[in-house]
């Protein structure tokens, strides 16, 4: 799960590491009484996405009634497809320098990987390309946590060397989002040091591991609602699917991971453009793949679905019961090309054809068919 | 021939008396695969498949000289199941289990340091195979057929998918590996790759790549330094989206790291014939 930010500082909050005042405003009211309480503040929009700023997303203010002003204009906004739910006011900060700070799973090392950058406050994939050495890494003992000194080494190679103390206890608070929360990405960009001297978390972005949610049901409670989401991704979900939304017309049902990518991959090939992503898992039982149907149509622009499924041990011929089912349960009228292969693969394809649904020869053919079918507007 | 599993490996199932673990053990005793026994902690003693159940895969180990693990148990066990087997003797490990949070992979993959000659595959792969021989998982036998191809996939159905062709067209496999969907795993393409180089009854080599990671990258730079076998790589996901995790836990974008471009290319430099589409795997491999 993405946390917003007022999210992700709650949560480094709770874990010791000291954040500016804010207040959650979901109207510009309580914008406005955030900055009389607050004094001047930066009205933040609150989406799971970087690059809000450029956006404009984030306006300092100096009075309640900018405040509001500033909240009247970015709730609802529209930031890279996430409509703007509410936004965090939070008190303006003295700021001396600025850090970054972060960890994320480092694939090839099959290992966490701590960074560390004075040039914080800026893009790091942009910081990391330009000057990959101004970041200093550690990949901690995943068992033990980072030790002292290597937290030490960290900051010294960074060139913060006079902040190591307060950065080695920071980092280790902020490390225990690993162990305690199952976190896989945390950033806080920047890491504000103020002219006070106080060390504290301008920005905070904070991911958790999907696979690990069910030991972690207090954050989906706590965060799970605020965010609006993709309605077709939401009922998927609801439904047990695995689905992800895309920007095309051809709807998408297959199973497996790597099966399905491969016919997004084919559909494009052929001209067309996938409207989703949606793995129906092994077996392709009736009643998985009326859901996958159900939750493809309620997309509008769905101009026709393209069926994948390779059965390993299902039988093609109740794979082909099962889908004619769906598809008159659901009234469809779009056209529908099913492309399957397996056990009693000829008796499925069969009774597809006696009940007017198209099947391909093989994936390409019959992503071939589906573009050509969609071309043409089709009666809904 | 083959790589990893044979004839005379001795495997036990982890979770036998499971659903998953109950059907996947018969599948592989009725091909002829030495299934030794299973554990189920709790149910030591009995026997289930017709095999003896043990308490601990340290024990299943003494008492049957296993020395190959199959792992079907749910996915809060799942991590400690591995470093059970490798504790308890286990050379290869395989995990089918799909959903184990990632950081108890990256604490597992830290424990198999201490255990060099111990082979992991998976996470959340459809397993290993040598047709007519031996299988640990679920990949389907009708669909594989003994022969001189090697094959290593990310995913599981697009395997079943390649596997299929390949035995319709008459090109026999010699040995099957599922490597798995997940970002941190065991066996990387880079290790499978280099076992079917070091197997002369594998002549040709099918890799089937996804994106995200760099996996697919390190096992071209080996290629290209030089291979006996004649291989035809595809990647999946050449036009999935950045930033979106396509049912794999593994498979995203990340900046431009891990795109399909870059994979296909690092074939194309190695001189590995990279296939658009499935369809044309077999017609590049002849």
Known sequence: ?380 | MSILLDSSTRVIVQGITGREGTFHAGQMIEMGTQVVGGTSPGKGGTTHMGVPVFNTVAEAVRATGATASGIFVPPPFAADAIMEAAAGGISLIVCITEGIPIQEMIRVKDYLRGFPAVRLIGANCPGLITPGVAKIGIIPQRITSPGPVGLVSRSGTLTYEVASALTASGMGQSTIVGIGGDPVLGLTFKDVVELFEKDMATTHLVVIGEIGGSDEERAAELLARGSRLKTVAFISGRTAPEGKRMGHAGAIISGNRGTAKSKEEAFQKAGVAVAETTDQIVGLLR
């Open chain 1, 1 to 380: 799960m993405k946390l917003l930010e007022y999210q992700a500082k709650e949560v480094l909050s709770s874990l010791g590491i000291p954040i500016p005042a804010g207040r959650v405003a979901r109207t510009p009211d309580e914008a406005a009484n955030a900055c009389a309480e607050l004094g001047p503040v930066a009205v933040k929009a609150q989406v799971p996405v970087g690059g809000r700023g450029k956006a404009g997303g984030i306006k300092l203010v100096n009075s309640p009634e900018e405040a509001r002003q500033a909240a009247a204009q970015i709730i609802g906004m529209d930031i890279k497809g996430f409509k703007v739910p509410l936004v965090y006011c939070e008190a303006a900060l003295q700021i001396e320098r600025e850090v970054y700070l972060g960890f994320t799973v480092d694939r090839d090392a099959r290992n966490n990987i701590l960074m560390l950058s004075a040039k914080g406050g800026m893009d790091i994939e942009q910081v990391a390309e330009e000057s990959p050495e101004t970041i200093a890494r550690l990949h901690p003992n995943p068992w033990r946590g980072p030790l002292d000194f290597e937290l030490n080494q960290l900051a010294f190679e960074a060139g913060l060397g006079d902040l190591a103390r307060p950065l080695t206890s920071l980092i280790k608070k902020l490390y225990r989002a690993i162990p305690e929360l199952d976190a896989v990405t945390a950033e806080i960009n920047p890491l504000v040091v103020t002219k006070n001297g106080e060390v504290i978390a301008g920005d905070a972005k904070l991911e958790t591991d999907e696979n690990a949610a069910w030991r972690h049901k207090d954050l989906e409670v706590r965060f799970g609602s605020v965010l609006e989401g993709d309605p077709y991704e939401v009922e998927a979900k609801k439904r047990g699917l695995t689905y992800v939304s895309l920007d095309g017309d051809i709807g998408i049902i297959g199973n497996g991971a790597g099966l399905c990518m491969s016919t997004l991959d084919l559909v494009q090939r052929a001209g067309g453009m996938a409207a989703n992503f949606c793995d129906i898992g092994g077996g392709a039982k009736a009643e998985v793949v009326e859901n996958a149907l159900a939750v493809i149509l309620m997309n509008p622009r769905v101009k026709g679905v393209l069926m994948n499924v390779f059965g390993g041990i299902t039988r093609g011929d109740e794979v082909a019961r099962g889908l004619v089912s769906a598809r008159d349960n659901l009234k469809m009228k779009l056209p529908l090309v099913v492309r399957m292969s397996g056990t009693n693969e000829e008796e499925g394809r069969q009774i597809l054809k006696q009940n007017g649904i198209e099947p391909g020869a093989s994936a390409w053919e019959a992503a071939q068919k589906i573009v050509e079918l969609t071309k043409v507007p089709a009666p809904r």
